[in-house]
């Protein structure tokens, strides 16, 4: 009877010590960003070259790179203020006319498809200030028209072109 009542103990111990170390790994996974999905675009250079071409495409434009991982292709930016926003994003919950202070955060992935070739994907996530609301600024979520993601690819398109 001893013999079962630490062989159950153990056991016990066994599983919960299995259930800390899954629940642990579940808290890391979440930490990570969500996938999105965006435009995506094939671009007819290696991935390193297009890799190295967007990190200074952002720069150059003011994006601040919070997250790369360059084995896996991502880079994440922070929200950055976007001028004109409204020609970039479609809000809803408020009226146009009283959205201001655009801003946008960007999530990369570019993916080696052949030796020359590399498909680019971007996501943007835009977030713009309802000032018409009664409650001080609240920002509300708006989607992408495509518009910022476009001039991004034709941008590194440039950049790598020029580094030919």
Do not use: H
Not at 22 to 46: H, N, W
Not at 74 to 84: K, Q, R
Not at 154 to 164: E, F, L, T
Request: glycine share 8%; proline share 2%.
């Amino acid at each position: 009877m001893r013999r079962y009542s630490l062989l159950l103990i153990l056991m016990a111990g066994l599983v919960f010590a299995s259930c800390q170390s899954t629940s642990r790994t579940a808290r890391v996974e979440s930490d990570l960003p969500e996938a999105q999905s965006g435009p995506k675009k094939l671009i007819g250079f290696p991935k390193e070259v297009v890799w190295s071409a967007m990190e200074d495409l952002l720069r150059a434009r003011g994006w601040i790179i919070t997250m790369k991982d360059r084995e896996n292709g991502t880079m994440y930016t922070s929200y950055a203020d976007v001028p004109n926003g409204s020609n970039y994003a479609r809000c809803s919950g408020g009226r146009q006319s009283s959205l201001s202070d655009y801003r946008a955060q960007l999530e990369i992935t570019l993916k080696r498809v052949s030796a020359d070739g590399t498909d680019v994907t971007i996501a943007s996530t835009f977030e713009a200030a309802d000032a018409g609301r009664r409650e001080s600024q609240t920002r509300i979520e708006c989607s992408s028209n495509g518009q910022l993601e476009a001039e991004l690819f034709a941008g590194v398109d440039s950049v790598v072109a020029a580094r030919k």
